[in-house]
């Protein structure tokens, strides 16, 4: 997945601690099922300022919010973050445990991050709004 050593070059990110305890056991649950997106979730979940879930402000992307965001390919999609047995891409409801989803997790308006799909290659996408 994504090179995790240098994460001075992502976004600083915000979780709750709510949604950090939950991710973090998610990630070792399904290390085994989805190694890589469970470690770059777990390095995510690292790397995170965690804060009271009061304390989260409205434009960071937390599980169950709606987020748009535009894509390096110019394509603009409004998605919902949600743990893995709610996704449903036709519903545009996406797994945290995806490439995409571990990479939205924590990010506010107006920031981008580098993320690596699982065919390999590398996007970058940019948060419009978060609801």
């Given at each position: 997945m994504t090179d995790l050593a240098?994460?001075?070059?992502?976004?600083?990110?915000?979780v709750s601690d709510i949604d950090y305890r939950r991710l973090t056991d998610l990630a070792a649950a399904a290390h085994d099922r989805f190694?890589?997106?469970a470690e770059e979730l777990l390095a995510e979940m690292e790397r995170a300022r965690v804060v009271a879930?009061?304390?989260?402000?409205?434009?960071?992307?937390?599980?169950?919010s709606a987020v748009e965001f535009r894509s390096d390919t110019?394509?603009?999609r409004r998605?919902?973050?949600v743990f893995p047995g709610e996704a449903d891409?036709?519903?545009n409801k996406i797994s945290v445990l995806t490439p995409i989803g571990a990479a939205l997790i924590g990010l506010s308006t107006g920031q981008s991050?580098?993320?690596?799909?699982?065919?390999?290659r590398q996007h970058e996408l940019t948060v419009l709004?978060?609801?």
């Open positions: 240098n994460t001075s070059t992502k976004p600083t990110i915000v190694r890589d997106v879930a009061a304390a989260v402000p409205a434009d960071v992307v937390r599980m169950g110019g394509q603009q998605v919902t973050l891409i036709t519903a991050i580098t993320w690596i799909a699982r065919d390999g709004s978060v609801g």
